[in-house]
């Protein structure tokens, strides 16, 4: 069973035009992490929740916010995509912070 | 400098084979070590923790030397599915963070 959902799996959005993807996890894991994985580079940190508490990372732009509704949910936003925006966004939890994270398939990012 | 860094190969290998790679870290605090495998276009998944006595699973064996900061992965008797990249994880004690090297990728070819 799928335990990190991610939603959707490919989505196509036009330079600008703002786009949200979603997660949402059956583990009831207190964190939920957000990274960005361009082509041949390791995943980057772009923020995580730690319950409601949100940790940006000191380098993921403005353009980039965050929403948890509820312990199951989290939300990544793009408010202005740009060319540069175009990659796989991951979603992970883990229990507590510095346990194993767990990964959603991801959700592929077009801008055109 | 980056904080883990990986030979990307790739690094072609008959099926059967043995291959090897290491992944260094700059972080003298590091604490805990992993090895993720990540498919072509999918999520990265936990392929195994590294202990510092050095851990085997089946045909994985991992290894820790802190003294030089890296570790190693080797994969026996290849698989034509241990064809990926494997990405060494490292997190440092005094945060939660995971640092990703960029992966080495491995194809096993019949």
């Known amino acids: 069973d799928a335990m990190v959902i991610q939603n959707p799996r490919y989505q196509v959005t036009q330079f600008g035009k703002p786009v949200t993807l979603s997660c949402s996890q059956t583990l009831n894991h207190n964190v939920m992490y957000w990274y960005q994985q361009k082509s041949s580079q390791a995943p980057k940190l772009l923020f995580h929740y730690y319950d409601k508490d949100f940790n940006n990372e000191a380098d993921t732009p403005d353009n980039f916010q965050s929403r948890r509704p509820n312990t199951s949910f989290c939300f990544l936003d793009i408010r202005s995509p740009g060319l540069g925006d175009a990659a796989m966004y991951l979603c992970?939890?883990?229990?507590?912070?510095?346990?194993?994270?767990?990964f959603g398939p991801g959700t592929r990012l077009l801008v055109l | 400098r980056k904080e883990v860094e990986q030979d990307p190969g790739p690094f072609n290998v008959p099926e059967g084979a043995t291959v090897a790679f290491n992944c260094t870290y700059s972080?003298?605090?590091?604490?805990?070590f992993f090895w993720y495998r990540q498919d072509c276009r999918k999520e990265p998944k936990l392929l195994m923790s590294v202990y510092s006595s050095g851990n085997e699973d089946g045909r994985f064996t991992a290894q820790l030397n802190r003294a030089s900061q890296y570790i190693s992965l080797l994969i026996r008797d290849s698989k034509l599915s241990d064809s990926a990249t494997y990405l060494c994880?490292?997190?440092?004690?005094?945060?939660?963070?995971?640092?990703f090297g960029a992966g080495t990728t491995v194809t096993v070819r019949a």
């Open positions: 994880v490292v997190t440092s004690s005094n945060d939660y963070k995971l640092s």
């Open positions: 992970a939890t883990s229990r507590i912070q510095g346990e194993t994270q767990y």
């Open positions: 972080n003298s605090a590091s604490q805990s």
